[in-house]
């Protein structure tokens, strides 16, 4: 059963204007140090590296969306982050005040599933987030908390 969905579409231009304004104090706020890490491994490609960062950003956005709060009630930017399955497909992992909120919207007696989908086509990047809660036999890996 889903039980949130949100989307975010995003300008890269826009973030790579706020990383060269801001810097570190802007990826520390806002990223999670395994999207750092991401990042840095695409230091070679400027245009990459923030398509890299836009695309978390608008990930944070739509998850946020999805858990029906937005940027507020106790949910912040590095409560979401975005990580790789070991087959390559990205999803949330979420903390303190994001995970709260995914816990109360989970019905007993089922777990949370966060499937992301991210893209980006220059000058744009884009995220979708679907939550689902699904019984604990119907997926072999948790993706929500650490």
């Known amino acids: 059963m889903i039980i949130g969905i949100g989307s975010d579409l995003i300008d890269i231009t826009r973030v790579a204007k ?16 395994v999207e750092r890490s991401r990042a840095g491994r695409r230091a070679k490609n400027e ?7 836009a695309k978390r950003f608008a990930a944070k ?14 949910v912040w930017w590095r409560d979401m982050g975005v990580v790789n399955m070991p087959g390559g497909r990205p999803t949330m992992q979420l903390t303190g005040g994001a995970l709260a909120r995914l816990e109360k919207l989970t019905p007993p007696g089922f777990e949370a599933r966060i499937d992301l989908s991210i893209t980006d086509d220059w000058p744009l990047a884009q995220a979708f987030v679907v939550i689902s809660a699904v019984a604990p036999q119907q997926h072999a890996s948790r993706s929500i908390s650490s």
């Not at 956005?61 to 106790?74: D, P, R, V, Y």
């Open 61 to 74: 956005e739509a998850c946020s969306k999805a858990l029906g709060t937005g940027i507020f009630q106790g």
């Open 47 to 53: 245009k990459m590296v923030v398509a890299t960062y």
């Open 18 to 33: 706020v990383i060269e304004r801001h810097g570190d104090r802007f990826l520390d706020r806002i990223f999670t140090d």
